[in-house]
C-alpha cells in the first residue's frame, strides 16, 4: 500500500515550457486535491476533485489546469510556466463519508521556473 | 471567508521543555479543526484533530483542545524530543468537499 505518490520528485522549467505532474492513490478514495505550498504562506488549494470526471477551483487556480480521468489519478497541468509558479506542490486524497476526513499527503514536487 | 493564524516562528527550544503553538481561527459554521506535521523532506501527516467545540485531539503527547469561544486551537506538548523538530500546521475544514484552509505553519527545533 504505497498511498499517495508524486512524480516528479524534482523539476526544473524555463519559463513558457508546459509541464504535468501527476498524482496517484491506491486507498480508493474519492476526494483528490492539489496544494502549493510557498515559504510563510502555509499550503493553498489549487484544485480538486470529488470523484472520477469531475473538478473544481480552489484557491489559487490561475494558471493551472487539472483532470481526473481515473479515480486513482489526479493530473495538474501548466501550460506555460511562470516564475510565479515556483514552488512545492503536494497531492492529498481523502475518503468521502460525512464527517471530515483526514487527507493523506504526497510527498511532493519542487518546482522551479527559471 | 474561513482563515487560519498561527503564532510566528521559528520556534526553538531545548529537548523537555513545554511547548505552545498558538493557532487562532475564523469561520462560518462549525469547522473540525486539525494539526499536521512536515518532517524535513516529506509531505504533511496529520497530528491530530477536533471534531466539535470542547474536544480534545491528542497524539504521541500532543494536546489540543476546540475552544468555540477563543476561536482557538492551541497545540501543547509537556516534553519536547529533538524528533519533535519540524514544521507544524494549523488547519479547519472549508465548507463542502472536504477542502482544508491551512495556517503559514511554525518551524519548530528542538535542540539536545
Known amino acids: 500500500n504505497a498511498g499517495v505518490t508524486q512524480t516528479p520528485k524534482f523539476r526544473v522549467l524555463k519559463t513558457g515550457q508546459s509541464m504535468t505532474l501527476l498524482c496517484a492513490q491506491d486507498?480508493?478514495?474519492?476526494?483528490m486535491y492539489w496544494y502549493r505550498q510557498d515559504p510563510g504562506m502555509g499550503l493553498r488549494l489549487i484544485h480538486y476533485?470529488?470523484?472520477?470526471?469531475?473538478?473544481a477551483k480552489g484557491e489559487v487556480p490561475d494558471g493551472y489546469n487539472v483532470s481526473r480521468l481515473k479515480k486513482q489519478n489526479f493530473l495538474l497541468g501548466l501550460e506555460s510556466a511562470a516564475p510565479s509558479q515556483t514552488s512545492v506542490y503536494f497531492c492529498?486524497?481523502?475518503?468521502?463519508?460525512?464527517?471530515?476526513?483526514?487527507?493523506?499527503f504526497g510527498p511532493g514536487t519542487r518546482l522551479l521556473v527559471l | 471567508g474561513n482563515s487560519v493564524t498561527q503564532m510566528e516562528g521559528p520556534v526553538t527550544l531545548s529537548e523537555e521543555a513545554f511547548l505552545t503553538i498558538n493557532c487562532t481561527y475564523t469561520?462560518?459554521?462549525?469547522?473540525?479543526l486539525f494539526w499536521y506535521v512536515q518532517y524535513p523532506g516529506e509531505g504533511l501527516q496529520l497530528l491530530l484533530k477536533?471534531?466539535?467545540?470542547?474536544d480534545k485531539g491528542s497524539n504521541k503527547g500532543f494536546e489540543a483542545t476546540y475552544r468555540k469561544e477563543t476561536t482557538s486551537f492551541h497545540l501543547e506538548k509537556g516534553s519536547v524530543q529533538v524528533s519533535d523538530s519540524a514544521v507544524y500546521f494549523c488547519?479547519?475544514?472549508?465548507?463542502?468537499?472536504?477542502?482544508?484552509?491551512f495556517g503559514q505553519g511554525t518551524r519548530l527545533t528542538i535542540n539536545p
Open positions: 492529498a486524497s481523502a475518503r468521502l463519508t460525512g464527517v471530515q476526513e483526514t487527507q493523506y
Open positions: 486507498m480508493n478514495h474519492e476526494y
Open positions: 476533485s470529488v470523484g472520477e470526471g469531475t473538478t
Open positions: 469561520a462560518t459554521g462549525y469547522p473540525s
Open positions: 477536533a471534531t466539535k467545540a470542547d
Open positions: 488547519a479547519l475544514s472549508d465548507q463542502g468537499a472536504q477542502k482544508l484552509v
